[in-house]
């Protein structure tokens, strides 16, 4: 029976982990604290002490890691991801990154002799739980085939896009118009608000036309009543717009509204809202 | 039976009176370009030759015109729309209006003997076309129920807000918001085809996540292979922008990303753009 | 000898009217609240009950008020402006108003006969105690001729425009630069304090290079000790700003940089700072 | 006789050391493109092969390079700096990079045995030339005191902020106001220019007034008649704001002016201008 490995239990990695163990699989875990652990060892996953033993073990590791830098550690480390890699393991960096990062894991990973498959998502913490994820994934295609089947457990659809980097930057173009979305639909709450309209009356407009959407549809309700409950903590919001600017820069992209949302996240990290959802970034229009 | 009026024959004018016409209804219809007037009288229109006349033979008269100054010119002109009213007789102004100017109608047809209703409509030519309007009313609570038919056959989805104001606030908050999230979208798809990414894959994975929406969903393909033929003309978005932006002013309401989108617009007016569909933004961000 | 009036006392008009009489001349004054009149009576000035009794005493008027309602109320008023004008009289309206007012009034004094300069100033308080004014005249040469060693007394240097609103677009023009100069300088400033670099320092460097304004330094001192006394209230640069917005968005030119200052300053104007300086936009960036 | 070094000879780099030789110092210099050390020579300067040569050769070793990458290049070399360092050597690094970098300089330098100071200038093509140039200087402080004099040649007045790192960001705090200034005073002469206002009247009222400086009465006359001859090109103006935007993102500062006007250097970036002035960035507002 082939052997998976799972990397990174936080918010998003954990119920992706344990939708993978209650299909059925075989899944080796591990997390930098390593009591998050326990819940998924309770429903059936084997338990390792270093990410290198996990990597070890498994045929395919799939990772959901917080950033660049705990990508770049975990692969690193001595108990790490590379120690553990050896001809024809595949190695799933679901994360989400900027491409450099992304493209320096699949070349020391390949070089190890392993494969390697970007495969950063779409969606917060109930898709996540729900198994419904957007799957952007790029690199070696034949460890796409072979992870497609965990990937329809974690995610309700799949992309393959290509070359390493891909993935990453789709994920970024992703954020980025959702991070305009969001900044675009706080300022229309608050000039409501201020202007003596019900938000619910504006959340039902909004629900019946052309702009209707499922996160208009899921946190409006949610920031009305003021519960900010992290799903997707607005620093990591922030982060993908940094990315994003900075691919923007790269790439010689004129981007003036994402840098106005950029900005807009900043401000609300510097007034203490980081660890909130990133819907939170709502308070800094109507404080 | 009763007796309906229209006002203002263009992109939305035109299709909406059809429908009412389509519907069984006596309508008399008036357009400053006169020929505007043909298709529906060849539909069973009665054709008038000044908006006075439409407003005296009518029962309730609809109105869609293009801006603030079209709006106060039919009202005030000397063959215009008070000069027809009388006790009792409806108006239901349309048009996408400052509240100030929505506010002064209504005195006016009030003080005439009139009642007034506001109802700016969300949603461009297509649904104008099905009947598929999202109608945001406001003012005369009784006109509103009297006109609540006919708004059914232009509109799928009606609102009443309460007093002249919010049916064009809510109008501009809509439209403002339309306005961010287009900007947001554009930047997002021109990074993706500096960065190597498809269009076509951009629009799947928006499609298949939290963002998807129709406006998305129907300007996109649109935008990939350039086709900007107005449903929404670009100057009128901007018109909108303009608006919102004044009343956060008036608010005193932060509005940065509304800003940032409202100088992208601008700055196609610029370019020329001002007559193409409002999505002729994107070409801005790609030249 | 001649006679002047002098309309408006407020921080800029009180020591304005007060170097013309200290200059020797005749001077009749009225302000809305008549007790701010008492100081420049007692310098000499003859009192008046209305503005039409001023214009009706003097050869020129010079007027200094806040804002474009003000500006046209005391036109319009019963005991107003055009109440007082005859043939031959010069209203000379020194106030910062939009281009469309100043058309108005011109067009409104010059119908009663009178003649019209508008010379709208940049400057704020110190100057005007100082008599070192800006003045941006335009208008009716040959009144500018006349008051010429007038606005010398409450100017340093005077400019000749053309045609009646030219002198309201410099002014704003002014103004806009100068709300985006103070953004960029706070949030200079604003960076330099999270990074632990002193306050003095960077105002020694800025003052040693080839930003080196007078602005930066009078204004920096004042703010690194939040000494936000007003002198150019913030309310009015924001009134500038937004009007320096409508006059960019009429003539269709893009200013991103000066949308983000003016949101920048309704944001310092919710937070409660429209009486203080307009450097006082300081606060928004540090708090 | 003390002996000195001077790596990199652009457009700033040459001037700077012209003036040490013509004041009378010995120097060897060094640049990537080996031609442009033929001037100097010519002036007396001693050519050296490499930069490990120019090191070793020298007491004190001043360094003007492009960007980071230069910086780290020059050093890292197995024909460069390190290798030619040794105990008590002065290594005195001029350019404008940001602080991670400068801090990297400094470590490597000193665990050879160096003494490092940062240096980066304020002031572009004319003040390198002139010897006009704002020199600020942090790190090493006895290093500073020897380094003194030759500083007081390429510049008119220094600065010893404490530790490394401190003139980089004293420096980026310094370019972003100017960014941003520029980027206003842009929109102000576009704003005019469509207004019907002369560039000439524009430019002397704004030199008689608060925002005087020498940065808009130097640029100011060159950007009406269309010279965009680089002094300072637009491309490091841009990377500078970049820099400043990752500090700004890194303390956690909002900086929406700032963005705002990198982004529009961004644009010009992209329209094809990096290599001409910064000003240049005056073609964006009138396009």
């Known amino acids: 029976m082939a052997q998976y490995g799972f ?4 918010i998003m990695g954990a119920p992706m982990a344990a939708n993978l163990i209650r299909a059925g699989h075989e899944v080796t875990v591990w997390n930098r604290t390593a ?13 390792a002490a270093t990410a290198r033993e996990v990597v070890a073990a498994s045929d ?25 890699i050896s001809a024809g393991k595949g190695y799933v960096d679901m994360s989400t990154v900027d491409e450099t990062t992304s493209r320096w894991v699949s070349e ?3 070089e190890a002799g392993g494969r390697f498959l970007e495969a950063p998502v779409s ?21 796409y085939g072979e992870a497609a089947p965990l990937l329809d457990i974690m995610g309700k659809k799949r992309f393959f896009l290509g070359e390493v980097g891909n993935g990453a930057r789709m994920k970024l173009i992703v954020n980025m118009i959702m991070g305009g979305m969001m900044t675009s639909f706080c300022e229309g709450l608050a000039l409501g608000a201020k202007g003596g309209l019900e938000s619910a009356d504006i959340l039902d407009v909004l629900a019946a036309g052309a702009l209707a959407n499922p996160m208009f ?14 799903a997707f903590p607005l620093k990591h919001m922030q982060k993908d717009l940094r990315l994003a600017m900075a691919l923007g820069d790269n790439l ?3 981007l003036p509204s994402a840098a106005a949302a950029n900005e807009a996240f900043i401000r609300a990290r510097a007034a203490g809202l980081a660890d909130e959802d990133f819907c939170a970034v709502y308070k800094i229009f109507t404080d």
Chains 1, 2, 3, 4 share one sequence.
């Not at 990397?7 to 936080?10: A, D, E, H, I, V």
């Not at 690193?76 to 991801?81: E, F, I």
């Open 7 to 10: 990397l990174g239990l936080g």
């Open 35 to 47: 009591g998050k652990c326990d819940p998924l060892v309770a429903m059936g996953a084997n338990r």
């Open 60 to 84: 395919i590791t799939f990772a959901m890691l917080a950033d660049p830098a705990a990508v770049e550690a975990i692969v690193l480390d001595p108990n790490g991801v590379l120690e553990g």
């Open 108 to 110: 020391v990973v390949t």
């Open 123 to 143: 969606g917060t913490k109930m898709p996540a739980e729900d198994g419904t994820l957007i799957i952007l994934a790029a690199g070696d295609e034949g460890l």
């Open 217 to 230: 549809a899921g946190k409006g309700p949610l920031m009305a009543k003021g519960d900010f409950t992290p």
């Open 252 to 254: 010689v992209q004129y």
